[in-house]
């Protein structure tokens, strides 16, 4: 079946202008995460949906990053007044129910960058 | 905080040598401890995963155990062919409130030559 996919696959922005970046979770999984990975750097967490619950988003870096999600299905993440801090590539994740011994499954992630 | 320490790379080895990464964490608790594995050019897919103490996770030759008294979880595989050649993630997964995440390390590059 289709995996994780994430749209676009790379994204080139200038300064101060606002990106969103969407992913589609795999069919039936009712847990997505959004990561960043910066370059020469370990994953970090930023924001995580299950089901209906609010989601957790204490790994957001500042209030110029927000996501949504509609129901269990896709989810995008937008970046206002972008930063040249903010090139990373941002990686999607979904997994079947959400729980901590639970796989997660990744998408190809989007690679931002901020000129 | 929940945090994961992996050694650094690149790591180059010559095709059959003997793979270690080492891997130790900081958790409360009894995370799930994975290793997650990234080929050139594509996405990060799970290579094995431990979910308690003592278990060992195995796949594709590789392998790791998840020892409690040393917080560790190291990767080994006894004869590294060039097509294990990628970026390395340890991890480690805990709930926390009803939320969940994954906490990863920094990554470790393996180049395999022949």
């Known amino acids: 079946g289709a995996g994780v996919s994430q749209s676009p696959s790379n994204k080139v922005t200038e300064k101060g202008k606002d990106v969103e970046l969407r992913c589609d979770p795999i069919?039936?999984?009712?847990?997505l995460y959004w990561y960043r990975q910066r370059l020469g750097q370990g994953l970090e967490f930023l924001i995580y949906f299950q089901g209906n619950s609010a989601p957790d988003k204490s790994g957001l870096p500042s209030d110029r990053f927000s996501a949504e999600r509609t129901g269990e299905s896709v989810s995008t993440l937008t970046i206002q007044r972008t930063q040249q801090e903010d090139s990373a590539v941002y990686l999607c994740?979904?997994?079947?129910?959400?729980?901590?011994?639970?796989?997660?499954?990744f998408g190809p992630g989007t690679r931002l960058t901020v000129t | 905080g929940n945090s994961v320490t992996q050694m650094e790379g690149p790591v180059t080895l010559s095709e059959e040598a003997f793979l270690t990464i080492n891997c130790t964490y900081t958790?409360?608790?009894?995370?799930?401890l994975f290793w997650y594995v990234q080929y050139p050019g594509e996405g990060l897919q799970l290579l094995l995963k431990?979910?308690?103490?003592?278990d060992k996770g195995s796949n594709k030759g590789f392998e790791a155990t998840y020892r409690k008294e040393t917080t560790s979880f190291h990767l080994e595989k006894g004869s590294v062919q060039v097509s294990d050649s990628a970026v390395y993630f340890c991890?480690?997964?805990?709930?926390?409130?009803?939320?969940?995440?994954?906490?990863f390390g920094k990554g470790t590059k393996l180049t395999v030559n022949p």
């Open positions: 994740a979904s997994s079947l129910v959400g729980g901590g011994r639970d796989e997660q499954y």
């Open positions: 431990a979910t308690k103490a003592d």
């Open positions: 991890a480690l997964s805990r709930t926390q409130g009803g939320s969940e995440k994954l906490v």
């Open positions: 069919s039936g999984h009712t847990a």
């Open positions: 958790a409360t608790g009894y995370p799930s």
